[in-house]
């Protein structure tokens, strides 16, 4: 399968742990992004990564989340002192060259903070 | 800034007939593109179909097709002989292709039932 994969589908946490999810795009794909999904809303944009370069971030990504993507390859997305707030579903995706391309996306993983 | 505005939170129709769901948008730019995605329970999401805002001509995938009306700034989707396959969150996503921002902005979604 040569789809976007993320690990893992489902994390619970307590309530100031920190949590790491990883995203494996597409191989080709020099764009990665990733978005937010709470429970009967759609996905809402966080940042995204040209190559290993992050090129615009989210309001809503406050100073607890932190992305990384290395070597412009997989992206890490790492959310310090968790709250309850941050449960929801965090979906990537992937993309080549040009803007008219579609967005691949991922299963996502949901985050359950207690 | 953009936003995208689905009214319908939830729709439903028989197998085989057909079935129209509404999104409209609000943005300053001319230069853009509209997507319509679906997402099946507990499955990714994936691309139905996709409008450049410079195309007058409404785009059509098989059983797929969208009304685009960019001065109403409408962008509705209608899926022809539905099928229970069908069945799934439909999200209207809008793109502004100018340079910059990247990120799709997307509407709340359409809970689409399909009856046997």
């Known amino acids: 399968d040569t789809g976007v994969s993320q690990d893992p589908r489902h994390k619970i946490t307590k309530r100031g742990q920190n949590v790491t999810f990883r995203c494996d795009p597409i191989s080709e794909h020099n764009r990665l992004y990733w978005y937010r999904q709470t429970l009967g809303q759609g996905p809402e944009f966080l940042t995204y990564?040209?190559?290993?370069?992050?090129?615009?971030k989210s309001r809503l990504l406050s100073d607890r989340f932190s992305a990384e993507r290395p070597k412009g390859s997989f992206s890490t997305l790492e959310i310090q002192r968790t709250e309850q707030g941050d449960s929801a579903m965090y979906l990537c995706a992937s993309k080549g060259q040009g803007w008219a391309n579609e967005q691949f996306f991922g299963p996502g993983t949901r985050l359950t903070v207690l | 800034a953009q936003t995208v505005t689905q009214s319908q939170p939830e729709m439903s129709v028989q197998e085989a007939e057909t079935v129209t769901l509404s999104c409209t948008y609000d943005?300053?730019?001319?230069?853009?593109?509209l997507f319509w995605y679906k997402q099946p329970p507990s499955r990714q999401m994936i691309l139905v179909i996709r409008?450049?805002?410079?195309?007058?001509q409404n785009a059509t995938e098989n059983r797929f097709s969208v009304n685009f009306q960019k001065a109403a700034k409408s962008f509705s989707l209608k899926i022809s002989d539905s099928q229970l396959g069908d069945a799934a969150m439909y999200f209207c996503?809008?793109?502004?292709?100018?340079?910059?921002?990247?990120?799709?902005?997307f509407g709340k979604g359409t809970h689409l039932i399909i009856q046997p």
């Open positions: 996503a809008y793109l502004y292709s100018g340079g910059g921002a990247d990120g799709l902005t």
């Open positions: 943005t300053s730019e001319s230069d853009y593109y």
């Open positions: 409008q450049e805002a410079y195309k007058q």
């Open positions: 990564f040209q190559n290993e370069a992050q090129l615009e």
